[in-house]
């Protein structure tokens, strides 16, 4: 397995992880807005809630790509020599991106969800204008070419490093042409592989982003709605799960560090990634079950494919987890423990998400509440818990070792809360509650009540996670 031979850019992630930190605090209040005022507890106009979700759906998602972005360049920072440049080209486009977005939001008045179907931008019932649609998607745009040009920084000094594609995803490893001891770190072909299908996914949806926006501006042109829900789903599926899997970069890297033991590049682990790398790209039809007009081969295809997507997940990170913790005495302290969580998070939030891959279960549940409640299980206690494991793990020189009382009390509240909050997304779905509704049924009020409690502590945990990252970078500088 090959060593670190540079040192990583930390001072801008160390910067976008506080951005990170922010941002995430501010998205899940207005999540709990949201709930609250489904819950009955406070009443905003539905004009308002709807904007509200919208930000809150692609503050959340972007945010999980800069959170695995971050990662991912840090920890790429020292295999290869990255130019820094790119970086923080790809900041300040997201920056921009964000400026835009929250401009056509919250002064434009847009409220189309951060889905952004095709022709809803341009059909807002008078609600927003073509301009603020405009500027929405723009800011998409902004945002993905940022990804864009970061990804292949990555991708150009991995093909170098490795001597090419195949080499960085260590498929001479797979076909029994090299030894596991010459292969790439783990970390790298995680790497290459999330940086190929999202570089795939982001030129899909820049595609049917500039035909909304011309949409937008010229009316008489028009794209078949269905291929433009093919294209938005093909990105936007893609995009959210390339977050996940650069910011489990960071277990690969930090958790051999507990364990004393090295994360290996085995045959199976290869492997397991170059599925990955096709299954990401091939399962979005399991969020078109709904679609009866899609041809029913995808549709099964998404089904098999969602059944097929979990055992990569189970067999590269949640089981070697298990035996890597096991292999010997861990050193647990904040970071150890959050990314332990991450993990756990994301594998279960996989299961009920293959159940609603399911086309029979999905022609129930997919417009409730369910939906909501296993992505936010592998966001939230998936790569939420990540970031702030790395986060932890930043500033752990200028840390008591161990687990102190503030970290215990972190770690609860926002284990608790998460799971709380989520469970309650899938209680309410079981009971067939819609989800995406500004206002419930009396009889609805229950549920987002409890759920808005387990919000305020979720929220209150990250807080404190993020109170201790900043606290952590203050002991480093004056020492």
């Known amino acids: 397995m090959a060593e670190a031979k540079f040192a990583p850019q930390a001072a801008a992630v160390k910067f976008t992880m506080i951005l990170v930190g922010i941002v995430l605090i501010l998205m899940m209040t207005f999540g709990l807005i949201m709930r609250l005022n489904q819950s009955g507890m406070i009443e905003i106009d539905s004009a308002l809630f709807y904007q509200i979700l919208t930000a809150h759906g692609a503050g959340m998602v972007g945010t999980a790509g800069l959170i695995g972005a971050a990662i991912m360049w840090y920890f790429m920072g020292r295999y290869v020599p990255l130019v820094s440049a790119v970086y923080i080209i790809f900041l300040g486009l997201f920056l921009l991106g964000v400026v835009l977005i929250l401009g056509a939001i919250f002064v434009g008045g847009y409220a189309g969800a951060w889905t952004f179907l095709y022709p809803l931008p341009a059909m807002s019932g008078g609600l927003w204008s073509g301009g603020a649609a405009a500027i ?198 904040l970071a150890s423990s959050l990314l332990v969580l991450g993990v756990a998070g994301w594998t279960i939030g996989a299961v009920p998400a293959v159940l609603d891959g399911m086309i ?85 009020g229950l549920q987002a009540f409890i759920a808005s409690g387990f919000a305020f502590m979720t929220i209150l945990g990250v807080l404190l996670f993020l109170l201790l990252y900043l606290g952590g970078l203050m002991s480093r500088k004056k020492a």
Not at 194 to 199: D, L, M, Q, W
Not at 360 to 373: D, E, F, I, L, S
Not at 384 to 400: C, I, Q, S
Request: glycine fraction near 10%; avoid cysteine; aromatic fraction near 12%.
């Open 360 to 444: 029979v279960v999905n022609r129930v549940m997919h417009n409730t509440q369910w939906v909501p409640g296993h992505f936010h299980i592998y966001l939230l206690l998936g790569v939420v818990a990540m970031a702030f494991g790395f986060m932890a793990w930043l500033v752990r020189d200028a840390r008591t070792e161990g687990l102190s009382g503030l970290d215990q009390l972190g770690v609860g509240v926002f284990l608790v809360g998460g799971a709380g909050f989520t469970l309650m997304f899938l209680i309410s779905g079981a009971m067939s509650i819609p989800r995406r509704w500004a206002v419930h049924a009396p009889e609805w």
């Open 136 to 333: 929405f998607l723009s800011g998409y745009i902004a945002i993905g070419v940022g990804f864009l040009l970061m990804h292949l920084e990555v991708g150009r000094q991995l093909i170098r490093a490795y001597g090419g594609i195949g080499g960085a995803l260590a498929l001479p490893l797979i076909f029994g042409k090299g030894k596991p001891e010459d292969a790439p770190p783990a970390s790298v072909i995680a790497a290459m592989a999330s940086s190929i299908f999202n570089v795939v996914g982001i030129v899909v949806g820049a595609a049917v982003l500039v035909a909304s926006i011309v949409n937008l501006l010229e009316p008489s042109f028009g794209v078949d709605a269905l291929f433009a829900k093919n294209m938005i789903y093909i990105f936007g599926h893609i995009f959210i799960n390339a977050a996940i899997y650069m910011a489990v970069i960071a277990v690969y890297e930090i958790v051999p560090e507990y364990t004393g033991i090295p994360w290996k590049s085995s045959r199976v682990f290869a492997l397991s990634w170059s599925f990955i790398l096709i299954f990401v790209i091939i399962i979005y039809p399991h969020h078109l079950l709904q679609d009866v007009a899609m041809p029913p081969w995808m549709l099964v295809m998404g089904q098999i494919i969602s059944y097929l997507s979990g055992i990569p997940l189970l067999a590269v990170t949640a089981f070697s987890l298990l035996v890597y913790l096991r292999a010997g005495p861990v050193r647990w302290d």
